[in-house]
C-alpha cells in the first residue's frame, strides 16, 4: 500500500523524516497524512495533497534533537524546518508560508475545513493517530491496512514521552497545555496502541 503523493517535492520531505525521525515517529507522520487525507475523501473536501503530506512528514520535526529549539515550541520549530525544505525545493514564498502554518496550526484551537483545510486535515489526522479521536469514523479494514504498512513501533509511550519533556522546558507552550489536560490517559487509551 501506498500513502505518498508521487510528487518531488514528497519524495524530498519523506527523505528529510526519515533521516531525522526514528521509525515509529516517521510512521505517525505517515498515518497522520494517511487519515487525514481519508477524512477528506470521506467528506467530500478539496485539499492540497502535496502541501498536506509535506506538512504532515514535517510537522514533528522540533521534537527530533537537531531541530528541537530551547525556545520555540516544537511545532513551530517544525513549521520553520518546513519553510526552510520547501524553499531548496523552489516553493514560492506564500506556499512555503502554508507549509509552515498548517504546521503551526495543528497544536493550536480547532480549525475548521471551511477555515482551512489543509489545517483541518492535519489536526484530524494527528488526533485520530495520537489520542484515537474520530478513529470509529474510518474504515476498520483501511485503519488495519494502514497500521501494517506503518506500525506503530511503541508511537504512543515514545510520543508522550516527547510531549512531556517539551511540557517541562517549555511550559508556556501548546504541548504543556496538552499535558495538562490529560494528554498522557488520551494517548495511553488509543485502541491502536493494542493493535501494533
Known amino acids: 500500500m501506498t500513502w505518498t503523493p508521487d510528487t518531488a517535492s514528497a519524495r524530498a520531505a519523506y527523505e528529510i523524516a526519515a533521516e531525522y525521525t526514528d521509525a515509529a515517529l516517521l510512521n505517525h507522520s505517515v498515518r497522520s497524512y494517511a487519515f487525514g487525507a481519508a477524512y477528506a475523501d470521506r ?3 478539496a485539499y ?15 521534537l527530533t534533537a537537531p531541530f528541537d529549539s530551547h525556545t520555540l ?24 508560508a502554508r507549509a509552515e502554518e498548517v504546521i503551526v496550526l495543528h497544536m493550536r484551537d480547532d480549525v475548521s475545513a471551511a477555515e482551512d483545510v489543509e489545517s483541518h486535515l492535519l489536526q484530524v489526522g494527528t488526533s485520530a493517530d495520537v489520542s484515537g479521536l474520530r478513529l470509529a469514523d474510518f474504515d476498520s479494514a483501511f485503519t488495519g491496512a494502514l497500521l501494517k504498512d506503518r506500525p506503530r513501533l511503541g508511537f504512543g509511550a ?7 519533556d517539551q511540557a517541562a522546558r517549555k511550559p508556556a507552550c501548546a504541548a504543556a497545555a496538552y499535558v495538562a489536560g490529560g494528554a498522557a490517559g488520551r494517548i495511553l487509551s488509543n485502541p ?3 493493535v501494533g
Request: charged share 20%; no cysteine; hydrophobic share 50%.
Open 43 to 45: 467528506h467530500g473536501l
Open 158 to 164: 515514545a510520543f508522550l514521552a516527547l510531549v512531556e
Open 48 to 62: 492540497d495533497a502535496e502541501l498536506l503530506y509535506v506538512s504532515a512528514l514535517l510537522h514533528d520535526m522540533g
Open 192 to 194: 491502536m496502541e493494542r
Open 73 to 96: 515550541p516544537f511545532e513551530e520549530a517544525g513549521g520553520h524546518v518546513a519553510r526552510v525544505l520547501t524553499a531548496g525545493l523552489g516553493w514560492p514564498p506564500a506556499r512555503r
